[in-house]
C-alpha cells in the first residue's frame, strides 16, 4: 500500500515518534483503530477505491513459529550431524505420469509470472533452482523462453485465464500444474495493472498493451471436480500421459478440495495458505479469506491418508515458509515438498535495506514494502521497467537463490538428524509440540508439556 | 486487421485409418494421431459420446468423427482438420491454435474457449460461453448461442447467424462480435458498433469459409466500449 501522507510513513514514524516516547506522554494507540487502520481509513476515503498490494497476509496468524521439536535423547537417537546421511529428494507425480519428476531437495519454487516479477528474476530463479535440482513454475502470462532454457524442472501452470497457453509449451513442460487459487487469494483470479502491461507482456496474453488486467477466477472450460476429471485426462491424453499433473488450491476448505483433487486424477496436490504472496491483489482480500497454513496441512493429510494415497499423490505446501524450520515442520505435518516465493523474492534483494532510500521516495520502507502491483519495485524483481530491471543480474541473483535454497535444506537436515531421521520425509507429527493452544489445535499435535490436542474430542475436520 | 481465414476442408487424403470406439480406445486414438504426419487422414466409427477425441494435433492431418463428440473434442487442435458429424460436448476446440474444426449438430457450452487461432464451424446451435476469453479463434455458428458467449473475448471473430443469449461479451476486450438475430442482453462494456465496409468485408470471408451464404449486410457488430480497460472509480457500479 502507498501512503499518501508523508509523516504517517513506516519509516517516518518509526524514526521521528518512536512508541516509548508516546507512551511517557501518556498517549494510547487504538488497538482497533490503529495507524495502519487509520492510514487504510483515509486514502479510502481520498481516492475512492481499495487498495490493491503484493505480499500475503501480514496480520499474525498461528504459523510454524508456534511448534517446536522434540529433539532426540534417550528414546529415540539422533543421527550424527555432517556424518549420517539424511535424504532431502523427492519424487513427485509417480501416480499416473511416466515421467515423474525427481528433486534433489524437497524445496521448490512456487508458481510466479514473467509479468508479475522482471524476465531477469524469473531467469534468476531458474538458474538457482537448477543449480540445486529443484523446480520454478511459470504463473499467470505463459512460459518465456529464457525461463525454459534456465529451468532444468519447469512447472507449467494451467489457470483460468489460459494467457499464453499452448500445446507446444505444454509438451515442452516438465509438470502441469492446474491452478484452481492461490492462499493470498482463494477465488480470486489474478490482476496485472497496466504500469507491468509492456508491449511483450501485453503480447504473451494477448491484451492491449497498459490495460488493467483482470484475469477469470473460474475456469473457462470446466466446473467442479467431475469436469476436472475430464479435464485432467484431456491434459493427460495431449501430453501423453507424460507428464505429472498438479492441482493448486488456495487452503479455505483443504480437507473437501485435497479429497476431491485425488478423486479428480491430481498426481500431486499443491495447498497455498493464506501467508503465500501475490502479486497483485485488494489488501482485504489477502487479509480476509483462506485459513493460515499451519490449519490447512493436517487437514489436507487426512483427505490423504483416508483415501489411502498419502505419499502416493504427493503434497507440496506453501504460504510462508522462510527457514529450514518451516521446512521441517511442513514435512513433519505430512507434506512431501514445500514451495517458496516470497522468501525467493527476499531472497533475491526485496525489501533490502540497500534500497532504504528509495523506498522513502516510494512513500514505503525496507521491510515493508508491498507495492509490486506498481512495478516500480527498486529492487528490480517485481517491475518491467528495464532500467529498474537491469539492477538484477540474473546470475548473481541465481547464486542468492541457489545458497538460499541450500541453507533452507541444510537447516532442515539439521532439524531431522536431531530429531533421528534418515530423510527428510521421516519426520512426523510425533516429533512436534505446539506453544499455544491455537496452534495445538491448527497442526493437532500437543501442547508442550501435555497430551492435549484441541478439538480432537468432536468431529475431526 | 487480418482477413485472412482457415476454410472448412472439402474432402479427404488418399489413405485413410479408421479407429472404432467400440474396440479401440480413446488413448490408441490419441496416439496414433499424435505420432501423424501432414496429409494422413482418421475416420472415427462409434464415438459414443466419449471425451478428448483427438486432442493435441500437432499435423495437418484429417479427422472425421462419425456421431457424437464428449467433452473437449479437438482439443488444442494445431494443424487438424476435424468434422465431427454430430453434436459436440463441453469445450470443443477448446485452446485451438491453428487448423479447422467442423460440427455438423449443435455443441455444449464453451465452444472455442480460449482459442488462439483457426476456425470453428457450428452448423448447428451453441449453449453457453461460446468463445469464452477466445484469442483469435475465429467461430461461426449457424444457429444461436447461449447467455455470457464471448465473456472477455480478447481477440479473434465470432459469428452468429441466429440470436445471441444475455451478457453477450460481457468484459470483452478486442474480439469482434457479429449478430445476424437478436441479442438479449450485451455484457458490461460491449456495445453495437457500426459495420464499415472493412467488416462487411471480413465478415463476408468468414461466412464464405464457414460455407455459408448469410448477407454480411444482415449483421450488427459488437464490440468493446473499452470503458472498463482501466480501473476507474467512477465505473464502480459497472463490475
Known amino acids: 500500500m502507498t501512503l499518501t501522507v508523508p509523516d504517517q510513513s513506516p519509516a517516518a514514524s518509526a524514526c521521528s515518534l518512536a512508541a516509548p516516547s508516546l507512551a511517557a506522554l501518556g498517549l494510547r494507540e487504538s488497538a482497533t483503530f490503529d495507524r495502519a487502520t487509520i492510514a487504510d481509513i483515509q486514502r479510502a476515503a481520498e481516492t475512492g477505491i481499495y487498495d490493491i498490494r503484493g505480499w500475503g497476509a501480514k496480520r499474525h496468524v498461528p504459523h510454524f513459529d508456534d511448534l517446536l521439536f522434540l529433539g532426540a535423547s534417550m528414546s529415540r537417537y539422533p543421527l550424527e550431524g555432517y556424518r549420517e546421511k539424511c535424504g532431502t529428494d523427492v519424487v513427485l507425480g509417480d501416480r499416473y505420469a511416466s515421467r515423474p519428476l525427481h528433486l534433489d531437495t524437497v524445496v521448490t519454487i512456487a508458481g510466479m509470472s514473467f509479468g508479475a516479477l522482471s524476465a531477469n528474476a524469473k531467469e534468476a530463479l531458474g538458474r538457482g533452482a537448477s543449480e540445486v535440482g529443484t523446480s520454478t513454475t511459470t504463473g499467470d502470462g505463459g512460459m518465456t523462453p529464457e525461463e525454459r532454457g534456465q529451468s532444468r524442472h519447469l512447472v507449467y501452470q494451467y489457470l483460468p485465464s489460459r494467457y499464453g497457453m499452448n500445446p507446444d509449451d505444454l509438451r515442452k513442460a516438465d509438470a502441469i500444474e492446474v491452478v484452481l487459487g492461490q492462499g493470498a487469494k482463494p477465488g480470486g483470479g489474478g490482476m496485472l495493472l497496466g504500469q507491468k502491461i509492456t508491449e511483450r507482456v501485453a503480447g504473451m496474453r494477448t491484451l492491449p498493451v497498459g490495460i488493467d488486467q483482470r484475469s477469470a477466477c473460474r475456469h473457462p472450460d470446466w466446473t467442479g471436480p467431475d469436469d476436472l476429471e475430464i479435464k485432467i485426462a484431456e491434459l493427460r491424453e495431449i501430453t501423453d500421459w507424460e507428464k505429472p499433473i498438479y492441482v493448486k488450491i488456495g487452503a479455505s476448505r483443504p480437507y473437501y478440495d485435497t479429497a476431491l483433487a485425488v478423486k479428480a486424477g491430481a498426481d500431486v496436490v499443491v495447498v497455498d495458505g493464506m501467508q503465500g504472496g501475490t502479486a497483485a491483489t485488494q489488501q482485504v482480500f489477502i487479509e480476509n479469506v483462506g485459513i493460515p497454513t499451519l490449519a490447512a496441512i493436517p487437514q489436507a493429510v487426512q483427505a490423504l491418508q483416508e483415501l489411502g494415497m498419502h505419499r502416493k499423490v504427493q503434497l507440496i505446501v506453501s504460504g510462508g515458509i522462510r527457514t529450514g524450520a518451516d521446512v521441517a515442520k511442513a514435512m513433519a505435518l505430512g507434506a512431501d515438498a514445500v514451495a517458496i516465493g516470497t522468501a525467493a523474492l527476499i531472497a533475491l534483494g526485496d525489501n533490502s535495506p540497500r534500497y532504504a532510500d528509495e523506498y522513502a521516495r516510494l512513500g514505503s520502507a525496507a521491510g515493508f514494502y508491498d507495492d509490486f502491483q506498481d512495478g516500480r519495485d527498486p529492487a528490480g524483481i517485481s517491475t518491467q521497467d528495464p532500467e529498474l530491471a537491469k539492477r538484477l543480474d540474473p546470475v548473481a541473483g541465481g547464486r542468492r537463490i541457489a545458497n538460499y535454497l541450500r541453507v533452507l535444506t541444510m537447516e532442515a537436515q539439521t532439524i531431522a538428524r536431531a530429531c533421528g531421521k534418515a530423510h527428510l520425509r521421516n519426520l512426523e507429527p510425533e516429533d512436534l509440540v505446539a506453544l499455544t493452544v491455537e496452534s495445538a489445535a491448527m497442526a493437532r499435535v500437543p501442547l508442550a508439556g501435555t497430551s492435549w490436542i484441541p478439538g480432537t474430542g468432536g468431529a475431526g475436520c | ?239
Open chain 2, 1 to 239: 486487421m487480418t482477413t485472412t481465414v482457415d476454410s472448412i476442408p472439402v474432402s479427404a487424403g488418399a489413405e485413410t485409418e479408421v479407429f472404432d470406439l467400440k474396440i479401440d480406445d480413446v488413448r490408441t486414438l490419441n496416439r496414433a494421431i499424435h505420432q501423424a504426419s501432414d496429409g494422413q487422414s482418421f475416420t472415427v466409427d462409434n464415438p459414443g459420446g466419449k471425451h478428448s477425441l483427438a486432442v493435441g494435433i500437432n499435423a495437418g492431418i484429417d479427422v472425421e468423427i462419425n456421431g457424437h463428440a464428449g467433452y473437449y473434442a479437438a482439443g488444442m487442435n494445431q494443424g487438424g482438420r476435424v468434422t465431427i458429424l454430430g453434436n459436440a460436448g463441453v469445450g470443443v476446440a477448446e485452446n485451438m491454435m491453428s487448423g479447422t474444426v467442423h460440427v455438423t449438430g449443435d455443441a455444449s457450452q464453451s465452444a472455442g474457449a480460449t482459442a488462439h487461432g483457426g476456425l470453428l464451424v457450428i452448423d448447428g446451435n451453441a449453449s453457453a460461453r461460446c468463445g469464452i476469453s477466445m484469442k483469435g479463434v475465429d467461430i461461426v455458428v449457424g444457429g444461436s448461442i447461449g447467455h455470457m458467449s464471448a465473456f472477455m473475448a480478447q481477440a479473434g471473430r465470432l459469428v452468429v447467424c441466429g440470436d445471441a443469449g444475455e451478457a453477450l461479451g460481457d468484459s470483452i476486450y478486442e474480439a469482434r462480435i457479429y449478430v445476424k438475430g437478436t441479442v438479449a442482453s450485451l455484457g458490461a462494456d460491449c456495445i453495437a458498433k457500426e459495420m464499415r465496409p472493412e467488416h462487411l468485408l471480413e465478415l463476408r470471408g468468414l461466412l464464405h469459409a464457414a460455407g455459408r451464404d448469410d448477407d454480411p449486410a444482415g449483421f450488427t457488430r459488437y464490440g468493446s466500449a473499452r470503458t472498463l480497460y482501466n480501473f476507474h472509480v467512477d465505473n464502480s457500479s459497472a463490475y
